[in-house]
């Protein structure tokens, strides 16, 4: 089985040392492979996308203008709702009269890592998780080391900075913490202040939520698509772990949700015997289960995201083509399934991608919610002035992205005024407010530049 007890080294699963001993240093060896939190499916921590071999720096040649990050939650427990499955099936093994044994023999002496139910949907902090990937303390790295990156960005304003987010408790929680390590010892309501998005559908496509103001937005007959890979290998994966314990009623279902409840200990506790109940073979399938759901429901296998995103894609090059924009730095906090609407919009991740099959796992993966959004997930959109021209690049959890229309410019960027061409085709025939059914809902993004004007800031902020 794959054991969660394998070395943790820099927030990464690895295995032991003995996968170096084939090559003359560690430098050599090819750990990306073995990593389990590749599997799963972007519930687990933050980890880098693996990359194409592009240094992230800056170009010498260049100088940073603007950067915009779209940013998702740092690594947080369990939704109340899935919450409450786990708690259905401790209920039904802390009842099992019988000894465990086999693979389950470690139910025998388990104790549900949710200690306080009101932790749900929270995001993991030192008050209330342990181990390597607390969400709290990665916000505040990942603050420290963008301003240890965009530093000279910063020096010219006196202004506090307006970070933007969702009213998720968990988003707002990480912008505050990304925004204590962006300042250090001078964080306070003279650096930062936070405009709070609501969640609610007559702010249209004016929030960082914007699918729930498309009436249109419903992704069944999308996700019929998904529903046709077959997951019948988990009837063996069954077999295997009730052996010896075939008196315990587990259904598929539940050891469906073996996946996700591996995935969230590790946040709270940093390893869980869960992530044990699965071979190597049978996390890859389950894991591209998941891949086909999303990329069916919330990425660009359903024609409705390229629409949801396009707002926030076109505010994003309008925002670039100015040379004195609000800020210099514009930062929001938001969800996987938003962020994912945006890449969808944005084409850097799926460019003349073919629809994912459903009867055989593909090798590489072409697309991976693991590698695109997991836990604190991060896309910086650069504008570079290199001589006398602008460039935009994209690095997407630490990784340079290449468009594959547009990558002649410094460090694989691409021209401004190129990009320009590439967005307006990539959103032809593309309308939010006809395509989402929006009516007189906003059908474009302003809180990038009425945030002076417009109250923002006196939203409450919601539990999920």
Sequence with gaps: M????????????????????????????????????KQLNGAGPYIQHPGYGIS???????????????SRHGERYPSKSVGKRFEGIYEKIKNYNQTFVGELAFLNDYEYFVTDENNYDELTTPFNAQGPYIGSNNALNHGAAFRGRYNELFESSDAPLTL??????????????????????????????????????????????????????????????HQRYSTRFIYQTLDRVLKGN???NLTINELH????????????????????VFNTEEFVK?????????????????????????????????????????QKVAL??????????YLSALGITEEELDPLPIDYVPFPLPYSKSRLLPMGARLYTEKLKCGEDSFVRFILNDAVFPLKACQDGPGFSCKLSTFEKY????????????????????????????????????????KN
């Design 423 to 462: 967005v307006e085709k990539r959103l032809e025939g593309v309308d939010y407010a006809q395509q989402c059914e929006s009516g007189d809902r906003p059908d474009e993004v302003s809180f990038l530049w009425d945030f002076e004007t417009e109250d923002y800031y006196s939203h409450q902020v919601t």
């Design 286 to 326: 389950l894991s591209y289960n998941q891949n086909l759901f999303f990329y069916y429901s919330m990425g660009p296998g359903y024609y409705m995201t390229k629409a949801i995103g396009a707002p926030f894609l076109k505010a994003t090059l309008k925002y670039l083509k100015e040379d004195n924009p609000p």
């Design 164 to 225: 933007f987010t969702t009213d998720s408790r968990r988003c707002f929680a990480t912008a505050r913490y990304f925004a204590q390590g962006l300042f250090g010892d001078g964080y306070g309501n003279d650096t930062a202040r936070f405009a709070v998005l609501q969640k609610e559908r007559p702010l249209g496509a004016n929030t960082l939520t914007p699918s729930l103001g498309c009436r249109a937005f419903n992704y069944t007959d999308s996700v019929n698509e």
């Design 246 to 248: 075939e008196d315990f």
């Design 2 to 37: 794959v054991s969660i007890s394998q070395i943790l080294n820099n927030g990464l699963l690895l295995t032991s040392q003995a996968v170096f001993q084939d090559v003359a240093t560690p430098n050599q060896a090819a750990t990306e492979q073995y990593n389990l939190i």
């Design 332 to 341: 929001s906090f938001t969800h996987d399934n938003n962020i994912e609407h």
């Design 56 to 70: 992230p720096d800056v170009p010498d040649q260049c100088t940073v203008e603007q950067v915009h990050m779209i």
């Design 257 to 276: 949700n073996f996946i996700s409840w591996c995935a969230y200990e590790i946040n709270v506790k940093g390893s869980s015997p869960f992530c044990n």
